[in-house]
Antibody, heavy 118, light 111 residues
Framework: EVQLVESGGGLVQPGGSLRLSCAAS????????IHWVRQVPGKGLVWVSR????????IYADSVKGRFTISRENSKNTVFLQMNSLTGEDTAVYYC????????????WGQGTTVIVS | QSVLTQPPSVSGAPGQRVTISCAGS?????????VHWYQQLPGTAPKLLMS???NRPSGVPDRFSGSRSGTSASLAITGLQAEDEADYYC???????????FGGGTKLTVL
């Protein structure tokens, strides 16, 4: 089965750090761009970051730039999101999703992992 | 406020047709970047509904269709069913901001 599974969420104090993982199974991760998207319960989807298939290029939303770092280990079929200097505004469900490129939508999503900064 | 603007809510009776608009600008939809649509049922992860303007992934009924014109895009749903009640999001890329964008989301209520 093709799936993405996020882990690493939890409760952290303001100013703290967390590292989220996004593990792929059923497909080869290095053929896809991977995105992180977050959602405050009851609110809309907010794009966070993207890493291209070979890790050569990363982009971030302004709200996380300089604090979050996306990386990948294709050999482990895993993408990471290192989150530093967390604030209450980072509290959300974090999803990872795969995308084959600009012309393609995010066709596989994880179930989400919850980050609470308090 | 999202750079891609969607109506907060739309509604329709079973069997009717509804459209959800997504208004962008010359640096995203107007620049030709693909628009994708997602459906999110309560308590679940988003699901890709429409890829690259009007390509339905396998399993998505042909009651769903997408279109674009200028700096806007639309999702049309015909033959509304109770199971269509969900939140819908458009998504594109913005070359001026160099970021991906989601619209603010539209809650579809089936009356």
């Amino acid at each position: 089965e093709v799936q993405l599974v996020e882990s690493g969420g939890g409760l952290v104090q303001p100013g703290g750090s967390l590292r989220l993982s996004c593990a792929a199974s059923g497909f080869t991760l290095n053929n896809y761009w991977i995105h992180w998207v977050r959602q405050v319960p009851g609110k809309g989807l907010v794009w966070v970051s993207r890493i291209k298939s070979d890790g050569s290029d990363t982009i971030y939303a302004d709200s996380v730039k300089g604090r979050f770092t996306i990386s990948r280990e294709n050999s482990k079929n895993t993408v990471f999101l290192q989150m530093n200097s967390l604030t209450g505004e980072d509290t959300a469900v974090y999803y990872c999703a795969r995308k084959a490129g600009h012309d393609y939508g995010m066709d596989v999503w994880g179930q989400g992992t919850t980050v609470i900064v308090s | 406020q999202s750079v891609l603007t969607q109506p907060p809510s739309v509604s329709g009776a079973p069997g009717q047709r509804v459209t959800i608009s997504c208004a962008g600008s010359s640096s995203n939809i107007g620049a030709g970047y693909a628009v994708h649509w997602y459906q999110q049922l309560p308590g679940t992860a988003p699901k890709l509904l429409m890829s690259g303007n009007n390509n339905r992934p396998s399993g998505v009924p042909d009651r769903f269709s997408g279109s674009r014109s200028g700096t806007s895009a639309s999702l049309a749903i015909t033959g509304l069913q109770a199971e269509d009640e969900a939140d819908y999001y458009c998504q594109s890329y913005d070359s001026r901001l160099s970021v991906l964008l989601f619209g603010g989301g539209t809650k579809l209520t089936v009356l």
